[in-house]
């Protein structure tokens, strides 16, 4: 799994969630009892872990910032610094799989 293919993935998922206004945020993901923008969220939250733990620092909470319509840029942010932290393949295709999984619960 390679950094373009992490990449495609966050970019599949982010066009198909850009242009979601409130409503569609705060619908109910398939299959589950959370919302779309909290199944996202955690998406953020596991990507940003893997990048602290592939740079080495401590895991951080990412902040929920005021409204969901900022949750792909944030999605972009942390998949930029996983990358930018080198971690192995593996690690690599594990968010990829995350984004995957997330994209076919929305």
Known sequence: MSAAELDRAV???????GH???P?????????NVS???????????IANLAADAEGGPRREVP??????????QLRVVAADLVAAGPPESVLAEA????ARTRSAL
């Open 96 to 99: 990829a799989t995350a984004v």
């Open 36 to 46: 779309r923008a909290d199944l996202v969220h955690k998406l953020v939250q596991e």
């Open 20 to 22: 979601w206004q409130q």
């Open 11 to 17: 970019e599949l998922l982010v066009r198909r969630v």
């Open 64 to 73: 929920r910032l005021a409204g969901d319509l900022v949750l792909p840029d």
């Open 24 to 32: 569609r945020w705060s619908a109910t993901a398939e299959g589950g």
